[in-house]
């Protein structure tokens, strides 16, 4: 009887489902149409459409607050974003700063200051915020200074856009802020 009632006591709780989170998890593509390359008309087309980068990452929302220098203290490691750690993945080998880098997957952790922003590549994943965090484990690293968006950005955003032929930029913005990030394919 204390088995079957142990059976259905995790039923119904294995049927239940999480609350919506407050900062929805997203993803940014380069290219930015490789989700629905299945689409493409041409095999060449889908081809071109293939990922080669792919960040994932939680949305949080400004909701009134000062993010940098308040909410997000200058100085200090910060996991871009909310919940879990954002994530990096290449597909294709790159340089990341001035490092080469293969590919793989990544964790991503920034460093804002006041007038500029570092990026960081860690080897370490699947951690929640910044309490997984070891410096020691940073890979490469870019400095880019800051610049300051015309509108106020609501929900963190991040973009993967073209801007030669080998070399994407990472933008990254919330609030008026926002800075980008060169990373050149191989």
Excluded at 52 to 74: A, C, T
Aim: with cysteine; net charge positive; proline share 5%.
């Amino acid at each position: 009887m204390l088995i079957v009632f142990a059976f259905t006591c995790l039923q119904i709780k294995a049927q239940k489902f999480d609350k919506m989170d407050k900062s929805p998890m997203d993803r940014a593509y380069y290219p930015a149409n490789a989700a629905i390359r299945f689409f493409e008309k041409t095999e060449e087309k889908k081809k071109a459409a293939e990922p080669k980068i792919r960040v994932s990452y939680s949305r949080p929302s400004k909701k009134g607050r000062n993010i940098f220098g308040e909410l997000l203290k200058f100085n200090k490691p910060w996991r871009i974003g909310a919940n879990e750690s954002t994530e990096i993945i290449f597909m294709t080998d790159v340089v990341f700063g001035d490092t080469n880098i293969q590919a793989g997957r990544y964790s991503l952790i920034a460093i804002p200051e006041q007038n500029q922003w570092t990026l960081k590549l860690n080897t370490l994943l699947d951690g929640w915020g910044n309490y997984g965090y070891e410096p020691s484990q940073d890979i490469a690293s870019i400095t880019v200074p800051i610049q300051k968006a015309k509108k106020v950005i609501e929900q963190l955003s991040i973009a993967l856009y073209k801007v030669s032929e080998k070399k994407i930029h990472l933008k990254i913005g919330w609030d008026r802020t926002f800075a980008e990030f060169p990373i050149t394919l191989k």
